[in-house]
């Protein structure tokens, strides 16, 4: 195991592997838990070097609230790194990602992909997204880049930012994990409270019910059906359920008659924001 905090420390490592080595990178803000871990196992499988980074983005946060609780378990993750014996772990500062401060880049155009559920309800947040992923691929140069599909826009975003720019690597998807009640992993169920913890588990039991529910019932029943599950919780508060095309996101009057159709939600759970889709 490796650990940079300095750019020009991490180049200089992969620059004395050689030009020959392939590089897999797995862009994290922390608080590792096994989704991350399987994205790590894919990127070591299949590329000679891989870099993890460690880094709570500032700029995708809207809400000043939301970036001060994101959890940040530094130590513990880096104990359970270890375990990979050949992963080089890159954790810098704010400073060193963004030496000439937030303000002077340029705007992503992501239309239409981020004018619908996250991108409607966290302004700024794909944009935020945009610009660090874009400088890390800047920094680590990798040939492959893991996202989890547990972010299902997020995903959508990157690839249309790499298509955008031509850079000159692959992006790859990878499953969610999930807990054994269903619930996705994420760092923020850390910060979910016990009572929080038990009515998250409502969150995947609807997405697979509304998911079985499709052959028989429209668009606008499962949404209807949906939201009353998560209002009849009386503790869920639900930002959205959409139902949308999996290839452009736009939200759908009438399911995809050759299937490509997710469900995403957004759901607080007390002070929590969670989020899940399943594709189908
Ligand atoms: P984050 O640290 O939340 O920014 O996530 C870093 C990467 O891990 C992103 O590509 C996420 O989509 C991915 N990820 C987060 N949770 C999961 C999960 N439960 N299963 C698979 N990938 C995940």
Not at 191 to 208: G, H, S
Request: hydrophobic letters at 45%; proline letters at 6%; a neutral charge.
């Amino acid at each position: 195991m490796k650990f940079f905090e300095k750019v020009f420390d991490l180049q200089a490592f992969l620059n004395a592997k050689g030009a020959n080595s392939t590089i897999g990178f797995v862009p994290t803000m922390g608080a590792l838990h096994n989704g991350h871990i399987s994205l790590l196992k894919k990127a070591l499988a299949e590329n000679d070097l891989v870099v993890l980074s460690i880094f709570v983005n500032p700029t995708q946060f809207n809400n000043p609230e939301d970036l001060k609780n994101y959890p940040r378990t530094i130590k513990e993750d880096v104990k359970l790194l270890q375990q990979h014996v050949d992963v080089i772990i890159f954790a810098p500062s704010v400073e060193e990602v963004y030496p000439e401060g937030f303000g002077n880049q340029p705007d992503f155009d992501f239309s239409p992909l981020d004018k619908v559920m996250e991108g409607a309800f966290r302004p700024g947040h794909f944009n935020g997204v945009g610009r660090v992923v874009k400088r890390f691929f800047e920094i680590v140069n990798p040939q492959r880049a893991y996202f989890g599909q547990k972010d299902f826009q997020r995903l959508a975003i990157i690839k249309n930012m790499a298509a955008q720019l031509n850079l000159p690597l692959e992006i790859i998807s990878c499953p969610t994990e999930r807990e054994t009640d269903g619930l996705a992993m994420s760092s923020r169920n850390r910060n979910l409270t016990p009572e929080a913890r038990k009515f998250a588990a409502a969150i995947p039991v609807v997405l697979n019910e509304a998911k079985s529910m499709q052959p028989l019932k429209t668009v606008q029943q499962v949404k209807e059906w949906a939201t009353g599950q998560i209002e009849a919780t009386g503790f869920l508060q639900l930002d959205y359920f959409e139902i949308a095309d999996v290839k452009n996101l736009q939200h759908l009057q009438n399911w995809n008659p050759e299937g490509n159709n997710v469900a995403c939600i957004a759901v607080f759970a007390g002070k929590v924001r969670l989020i899940d889709n399943i594709v189908f």
